[in-house]
């Protein structure tokens, strides 16, 4: 049997696949189609669209709309208030709901508040976009990404930390000691 929390003042359609051990919060609607895996934490006031896919043990913090072709795998962290698009040139007059564009989350990858996805992009895994930042094309896996349009500054590791590399193109993480290496513009984990 599936078990998941859902506060009495969330809206859980029928026909969405809700994981084990997931959290549903105050006032958030939960819409037919959406698949959302095991241990996921839902914030209050968030929207999960139809055919929305989200994979194990993404958090969503507050005031967020998942629209429509988005796809988070497991371990993403969206944070307060942050924003995906799903049409490119949206018109109140015109129906683009044929059009929806696919945005990729890829696993581990944190999106800061208030921050905002232009549809179609993809986050790489373990990226890390600052708070405010407007994604406006792909960002690399383990890239640290800020500004409107976002820039990369930088490389994080799986925790989150600024990796700073020696003269051979290796890092390591601080926290966990795991070794990284730059290679032809990529960051790889070695360790």
Not at 21 to 48: A, D, L, R, Y
Not at 49 to 69: E, F, H, M
Not at 74 to 101: A, Q
Not at 125 to 150: E, M, R
């Amino acid at each position: 049997m599936n078990s998941y929390y859902a506060h009495e003042t969330a809206l859980v359609d029928a026909g969405s696949e809700i994981g084990n051990g997931t959290k549903i919060w105050h006032f958030s609607h939960i819409m037919p189609g959406c698949v959302i895996g095991e241990g996921c934490n839902i914030g209050q006031n968030v929207v999960i669209s139809p055919a929305v896919v989200l994979g194990r043990n993404v958090k969503i913090q507050n005031n967020v709309s998942v629209y429509t072709g988005v796809i988070c795998e497991d371990d993403v962290f969206l944070g307060p208030s942050m924003v995906f698009t799903n049409v490119i040139n949206p018109r109140s007059h015109v129906n683009r709901k044929n059009e929806y564009l696919k945005t990729v989350v890829r696993k581990g990858a944190s999106i800061g508040a208030n921050a905002t996805v232009v549809c179609g992009n993809e986050i790489g895994a373990y990226a890390l976009i600052g708070a405010g930042a407007v994604i406006t094309k792909t960002v690399k896996p383990y890239a640290l990404v800020v500004g409107n349009p976002a820039r990369q500054i930088g490389w994080v590791s799986e925790y989150g930390h600024k990796l700073h590399f020696d003269q051979d193109s290796l890092a390591f993480c601080p926290e966990t000691q795991q070794q990284y290496q730059l290679r032809d513009g990529e960051v790889i984990r070695i360790s």
